[in-house]
């Protein structure tokens, strides 16, 4: 288990969108593995104590843990951690893992005798994509991605590509590499009290392929990449995860809200998007530390859309970003080629 980043250029490239860690106290660890029969791994968000939270799920075919609490209408509104993961719904054991650790870091729910960490988890189908069907992530390299995160610096880089729940994402029904992606926009009309960021990172495992601009149509024109199997049917169990985070203040009915406007760059990146065969979750964090307008509700509504359009634009950059960072892999279950398309 160790960092296998993307290539220098990918990242350099990339870096230049920015990544979800711009928002101060958000931090992110991999672990991985890539031999032996494996090609799977975890990634962890740790957003800063008190941090709100709440999720959107949208796949026909979702592998998910503990996305009930972060309903508005129930009791939790802190989020400790979020776990994206490979091994299907066998993974899911890494949030075992990062609630262990949290425990011990004294972060979560206070209940009689300790805490509860909240630990969200969702998870991408790679299995036996290593050679291997049993090889995947458990509470242990959960554990490790946890304390990976939170050894951390502030604003740290962000590897991309090939590491962590990317590890084994593929795109094109299986024919291309997937992997984790970052990017990040600063707002600043919506706050007295300072830029607002609002950041994403993505694991692309999906059914279809990006949604990239014509050479010719320039910015904005959507140009389908068909796969070699055409509208043949391809491997089941397709997703894509994403993790929204935001130093704005915002409750917790306003975190869903905005997790479900996100899902717009999600379908503006990839075609097809939120199948029945695709498990697509994005969760939206945030940590407080921007107030928004809310002068007026005029002012109110004007924030909050800014906020969420700009959620839905970090999203599709992220989703390309680690599309474009993934690197090709040959194992012994086949050969995941590098995407060809112009990601820029």
């Keep these: 288990m160790g960092a296998m980043g993307a290539g220098n250029g990918a990242n350099e490239a990339a870096g230049a969108r920015g990544k979800i860690t711009d928002v101060p106290g958000v931090r992110v660890g ?32 979702p592998g998910t843990h503990e996305t009930d609490a972060l309903d508005p209408t129930t009791l939790v509104r802190t989020v400790d951690a979020v776990v994206l993961t490979g091994g ?71 590897e991309r590509g090939n590491v962590g729940a990317g590890t ?26 300072g830029p607002v960021v609002v950041g994403a990172l993505a694991v692309v495992n999906a059914l279809g392929l990006p949604l990239v601009p014509e050479a010719s149509g320039g910015p904005g024109t959507p140009e389908q990449r068909v796969s070699a199997g055409g509208t043949e049917p391809g491997p089941p169990l397709n997703t894509t995860l994403v993790v929204v985070a935001t130093n704005a203040v915002l409750d917790v009915a306003e975190c869903n809200r905005t997790a479900s406007a996100a899902h717009a760059g999600l379908a503006r990146a990839l075609n097809p998007s939120h199948t029945l065969a695709d498990g697509d979750t994005v969760f939206c964090l945030a940590t407080g530390g921007r107030e928004l307008d809310r002068s007026t509700e005029a002012a109110r509504q004007v924030s909050l859309i800014t906020l969420q359009s700009a959620a839905a634009d970090v999203v599709r950059l992220a989703i390309l970003d680690g599309v474009s960072s993934a690197q090709p892999v040959t194992t012994p279950a086949g050969e995941f080629g590098a995407y060809p398309g112009n990601m820029r």
């Excluded at 494996?38 to 026909?60: E, I, K």
Aim: with cysteine; aromatic share 6%; charged share 15%.
């Design 88 to 158: 299907s719904a066998y993974g899911l054991a890494t949030a075992h893992g990062v609630q262990r650790w949290c425990e011990e870091q004294g972060r979560g729910f206070a209940v009689t005798g300790g805490v509860v960490p909240i630990v969200p988890a969702a998870a991408i189908f790679d299995l036996g994509r290593g050679g291997d069907f049993r090889a995947r992530p458990d509470a242990e390299m959960g554990y490790a991605a946890a304390a990976s995160a939170g050894a951390q610096a502030e604003g740290h880089d962000v």
């Design 30 to 61: 991999h672990q991985q593995k890539h031999d032996g029969g494996w090609l799977s791994g975890v990634t962890v968000v740790l957003p800063p104590a008190g941090t709100v939270g709440s999720v959107d799920v949208r796949g026909g075919g």
């Design 168 to 193: 084994g994402a593929v795109i094109g029904r299986g024919k291309y590499k997937g992997g984790v992606g970052t990017a990040s926009v600063t707002l600043e009309s919506i706050s007295t009290g």
